[in-house]
């Protein structure tokens, strides 16, 4: 009998700027793997004047495939969530995801509308595992 074997894979994320909207690779991956849990947690909350900063996690073409805007409370420090994903995706439905081709997970994070606020951090926790060599 064979067991799927789950990694864990743990990442602080901060912005390059907070008042740039920015893509930034977090985690590679290759084909052949899938996406299990994921979870996110501010560690470190956003903090300014104007439109909130937005956070979402995704891949190429789908930037919230695996974290939807407004699933994390980027502006409260503790806030973790379990993503969910974006409804034009498969994350949301299937709870896991597999990468047919190399690729790279993203933040997608959109900046505050002020210039003038705290950046903040989030941790990503994401378990992976190979299912096909």
Not at 69 to 98: H, P, Q
């Amino acid at each position: 009998m064979s067991f799927l074997n789950w990694q864990k894979f743990t990442v602080l994320w901060t912005p390059n700027s907070y008042v740039a909207n920015s893509v930034e690779a977090v985690m590679n991956v290759q084909s052949g793997y899938v996406i299990g849990l994921i979870i996110c947690r501010t560690e470190a909350a956003f903090d300014g004047t104007g439109t909130a900063a937005i956070f979402e996690l995704g891949y190429g073409s789908n930037v919230d495939e695996f974290l939807d805007a407004g699933e994390l409370d980027e502006e409260t420090a503790g806030n973790m969530v379990r993503a969910i994903g974006a409804a034009d995706g498969s994350y949301d439905t299937n709870k896991t995801f597999l990468f047919t081709a190399e690729d790279t997970i993203d933040v997608n994070f959109t900046a505050a509308t002020g210039a003038d606020g705290t950046v903040g951090s989030v941790r990503i926790i994401i378990y992976w595992a190979k299912v096909y060599p």
